[in-house]
């Protein structure tokens, strides 16, 4: 009954709690906005990150890395590293860069792989590998002890995402760099490696471009919204779990053009990266382009040349410059943390 004496003391009861819980969710959104607010005024990069972690990955002759195409970080703040074009291994290294193992090696057998392309850490810590001419994602356990393997009943695609229920998203830049067309670019598979569907079709924009790139495109924040970019085109797409899109968000900058003159290289953008403090980092020409998740611009134009290969919670990697590590040995990973 409205008003009764029972249900005043159940309220009395509960209203500390659900003051806490006003409160928290008042504390988080003035906390962002005056995060958002510093951002704004941000000049350089160390108004927005701080240095974490400079780390020299070791190199021996069973772990020479050529081009990183994708990396994860581990439960542990371990280092792995897919380096699926060239020298076709996943390499495991500590938070100190000493190298510990190859996941598994080459071959066709269980938990071997042929192109692994790109790697992932699932919620529990399982680590998931793409092998694109093996047409198969292997999963291993926190140990690195292979599990099982998906196959792919339909090919499977280049770069390999999950969310935070580990459903699988793959993504592609191009589906056929002979032929451009406007075919999707994310597809989303079940356990038995069948494709439920697929979303985010190429930009028309980027159709004349006389260039392919196989570079990963998209990234999902701890919602489980999608955020895509496609490598030839400076536009993010922010999608629903089920690919319907939410946003489009992009701005005009002379950081980007569409360069469609045949043997000329274009301008290749890299991201989206998403951080759990709410921001989507773009990458274009060496220089961030950041934006909240609602696709509102926050601060661009800040120079920063180190090519970014992940983000995890509140902090990016990122690969040094060519002209700032060690060309006779492997990569530098340089870590940097959002610093409001």
């Not at 002979?178 to 670019?185: A, G």
């Not at 196989?214 to 924040?221: L, R, S």
């Not at 951080?275 to 989507?280: A, D, N, P, S």
């Not at 220089?287 to 926050?298: A, C, K, Q, S």
Request: glycine share 6%; charged share 25%; with cysteine.
């Amino acid at each position: 009954m409205r008003g009764s004496p029972d249900s005043a003391l159940k309220f009395v009861r509960f209203a500390p709690f659900i003051v806490c819980l006003v409160f928290l969710a008042i504390a988080r959104d003035v906390s962002f906005d005056q995060a958002r607010k510093l951002l704004v005024s941000a000049k350089k990069v160390e108004d927005i990150f701080e240095k974490v972690s400079d780390v020299q990955l070791e190199l021996l002759p069973e772990c020479a890395i050529s081009f990183i195409t994708d990396m994860a970080i581990d439960t542990e703040g371990r280092y792995l590293i897919a380096d699926g074009w060239q020298s076709r291994g996943v390499y495991i290294f500590s938070r100190e860069g000493k190298f510990i193992r190859e996941l598994n090696r080459r071959g066709q057998g269980p938990g071997e792989y042929q192109t692994p392309v790109s790697i992932a850490v699932g919620a529990n810590g399982d680590v998931w590998v793409a092998d694109i001419s093996g047409n198969r994602i292997s999963v291993y356990d926190k140990e690195w002890k292979f599990k099982h393997a998906i196959l792919g009943q339909t090919r499977i695609l280049y770069f390999l995402h999950l969310n935070s229920k580990d459903e699988i998203y793959m993504y592609r830049s191009q589906a056929n760099p002979m032929k451009p067309d406007t075919s999707d670019t994310i597809f989303r598979y079940d356990r038995d490696g069948r494709k439920i569907s697929s979303f985010a079709p190429f930009p028309e924009e980027a159709l004349k471009v006389k260039f392919w790139t196989g570079n990963d495109g998209m990234d999902i924040d701890k919602d489980d919204f999608i955020y895509e970019m496609n490598p030839l085109f400076y536009r993010i797409r922010k999608f629903a779990p089920d690919g319907s899109q939410v946003a489009s968000f992009a701005r005009t900058t002379k950081l980007f053009r569409i360069v469609t003159k045949e043997g000329v290289p274009p301008l290749i953008v890299n991201g989206p990266f998403c951080l759990e403090r709410g921001f989507i980092i773009a990458q274009v020409n060496k220089h961030l382009e950041i934006y909240d998740t609602g696709g509102h611009f926050v601060v661009g134009e800040i120079p920063f040349s180190p090519r970014i290969i992940e983000s995890r919670e509140n902090c990016v990697y990122a690969e040094a410059a060519d002209d700032d590590t060690n060309q006779e040995g492997n990569p530098r990973i340089l870590a940097y943390r959002l610093i409001h």
